[in-house]
Every structure is written in C-alpha cells, then in structure tokens.
C-alpha cells in the first residue's frame, strides 16, 4: 500500500502551491510510513533537545529520548554541552532521570558511575572478571552541534554540517539575539495527534484569526505574511508577520536597540526540518520540538523564553511571567484542540484533503521535505 501513498506524496511535491493540496491522509495513518520516517528522517536528521541556556552550569543536564535512545544532555567540566547515552555499559539499564546537577552518573541498578565525559570511574566487584577494563568503557557520545543557543543532536555519525545548512537562517535572525532570551518554560508533553499535523500546524498562520481568536488572533495582522522570495530551502522554512501596535506580546521594548522600524514589531516563524520550530518576537519566542510516538501520538518538547530587557522592566516580575506563561497554555490548548481534532478526521472513512492556501505556503514545502526523505 505505502508504494502507492509515495507515489502520490511525490506528485504532490512536484505540483506548484497553487494547485496543491494537503498530504495524503495514508501519510498519517500508516504505520509503514512510519517505519519509513523513523528510519529516513528521525534516526538521521538533526533533532533540537532544547536550549543551551537550560544547563548553564558545569554538572546541570536535562535528560532526552531520542527515539528509542535515552539521552544525558550537559554541561561538561569545559562547560561545554555534551550529549551521551543514557544506558549503563553494563546491564543496559537507563541511568539517570529528569533534570539537575551532578558531577557523576551512578547507575541505579548496580552503582557504575560515570563523569562528565562519560568514562566508567567507578565498578565495584568487577576485580574477577578478566574481560573488564575500566579505562576502555565509555558512554557513547552523540553528535552534536550549537545554533545560536539551541542544542542540535542526531544519531547520524556522518552528518551534513547544521551550521552549514542554516546559514541563510541565521543571518536573518541574529539580530534578535534570541540567544539571550530568558527560559521561562521547558516541558515534556504528549498530545493525541501525527507529529506531521502539529508542525502543519504551527507552521501556518491561516487558523490564527479562527482557532486563536481567544488569545493571539486579534493581533496578527494576516495580509502582512510575508515569504522568501528566493523560494524554499532544503532545510527550513518560514515566514514573517506583523502585530499590531497595541499587541499584548509581540513588539520590541523601548530599550531594544538591535531592531529598526518594522523588526521592532515583526516575528518570525521558523521551521528546521524535520521537526523544530518556533515562534521569534522581539519580545519572546517559543518553540516545540516534536517526534512520533506511534502515528497518532506526538512526543512535544515544549519551551518559552522572555527578552532579557522586557524582564528587567517589570515592576512585579512574578506577576509578568504568570500572566506570560498562562496566554502561552492558553494558546497551547487552542492548538491542542485542532490538531487532535485533525488527527481524528485523517483516521475518518470519509476525510480527504483540501486545497491549500497562499497562507499554506510552508504546509507545501513541508510536503516537498517529506517527498525528499521518504521517497528519493
């Protein structure tokens, strides 16, 4: 069956956007579609983990899955970030949980220890086994690379180089130094939806005015969405738009000075294929950086940061950031709603999809990523 679904995404991927549609439903149902992403995309890919600001400190690390891998993400005693494997060299148990700081990693099972490298410090009443050598056993470590704050790793052990491929990216929102932003949130959640139909869906801002008409909708000026005019990349994509004056989030503070005229109230909403995208104001960004959990579930890293500026104005901080952090939950859950909402409808006998709009731009240059990984 997949070969006839391919054959249709790539047809699809040729077309212009003017007659295109949304993907075939199969793309989100199909268990072997993905077996083909996991294989193609997921294992190879760069995937974001997070922000480099999470783990500031020499020990801090956040654990990760990467796929089926559990990962440590730290701070190593160089203070830079390090990615190992998070499974014990001896019995395969997974060695560490959640968040913190530590200047070893004991195994819960048998207490082998490692530091911050990864090298094996520590095995008690392995002096009998001749096959041991503590100094040859070291966690695996996994490639990893900065871009500007985010941290990038993939199970690929030949890589095309991140830095390399966003180039074109990076020009265009250094000025917002977004690097400096100030972690407010950073979460793990899981929503009942194909990891494909939430970045559809935080890739457009056509359902703005519609499903955030609660919250951000009234802001967003729809006419003002802007595209490259060079075209697509093969490795991102976005788009600009504009907030209104009176936006409640969205503009730059007084005392930025790195944004001029309509940057001071102009975001960008990029997407790093496969699976990461945010939200970049001159105020705030936030980002979610997804993977499969079965075709109608999503794994969500979920995160938000505040300009340092807009946080050094605030009168009563604690009140800011509550009010910050409950418009973004808020958001969320419109979102949560529609897409598992579209998560049924592509599991429904009688779904089919839809012409695109102008708006969709992105949804199609998504289709023609997919197209590439799943079907060249």
């Known amino acids: 069956m997949h070969n006839s679904v391919l054959n249709d995404l790539k047809n699809l991927a040729s077309k212009d956007l003017t007659n295109a549609t949304a993907m075939p439903k199969e793309l989100y149902s199909s268990n072997e579609i993905l077996n083909l992403e996991e294989d193609l995309i997921f294992s190879k890919e760069w995937i974001c983990v997070g922000r480099e600001n999470e783990i500031p400190e020499v020990g801090d690390y956040f654990t990760f899955e990467l796929g ?212 970049l104001a001159p105020d705030h960004l936030w980002y979610l950086s997804l993977q499969p959990n079965g075709t109608d579930k999503v794994k969500i890293k979920f995160g938000a940061a505040i300009a340092p500026e807009v946080l050094e104005a605030q009168d009563n901080p604690e009140v800011f950031l509550e009010e910050t952090k409950r418009i973004l939950y808020e958001v969320q859950n419109e979102d949560r709603f529609v897409v598992e909402g579209i998560c049924k409808g592509v599991n429904s006998p009688l779904g089919s999809p839809g012409p695109l709009s102008w708006l969709e731009r992105e949804n199609h240059e998504f289709t023609q990523y997919i197209a590439k990984k799943l079907t060249n």
């Not at 200047?103 to 002096?127: I, R």
């Open 68 to 279: 089926k891998q559990p990962l440590i993400v730290l701070r190593d005693k160089n203070k830079n970030i390090k990615v190992l494997s998070n499974i014990c060299l001896h019995r395969m148990m997974k060695i560490v949980d959640g968040k913190g700081n530590k200047k070893n990693f004991t195994c819960p099972y048998h207490a082998w220890t490692y530091n911050l490298d990864g090298n094996l410090v520590k095995a008690k009443y392995m002096d009998k086994t001749e096959c041991f050598e503590k100094k040859h056993l070291k966690l695996p470590e996994l490639k990893t690379e900065i871009f500007l704050g985010w941290i990038y790793v993939t199970l690929n052990q030949n890589p095309e180089s991140l830095s390399e491929n966003l180039k074109s990216l990076e020009t265009m929102v250094t000025p917002y130094k977004m690097e400096n932003y100030i972690n407010i949130i950073s979460e793990e959640h899981e929503w009942s939806t194909n990891w494909k139909i939430l970045t559809e869906n935080f890739m457009e801002g056509y359902h703005l005015p519609v499903a955030h008409q609660g919250t951000i909708g009234p802001y967003f000026n729809v006419m003002d969405t802007e595209f490259d005019s060079k075209g697509s990349y093969d490795f991102f994509t976005y788009q600009t738009f504009t907030k209104n004056e009176d936006a409640i989030v969205g503009t730059a503070h007084p005392s930025n000075k790195s944004l001029t005229g309509k940057w001071r109230h102009t975001s960008i909403l990029p997407t790093i294929f496969p699976s990461h995208m945010f939200s």
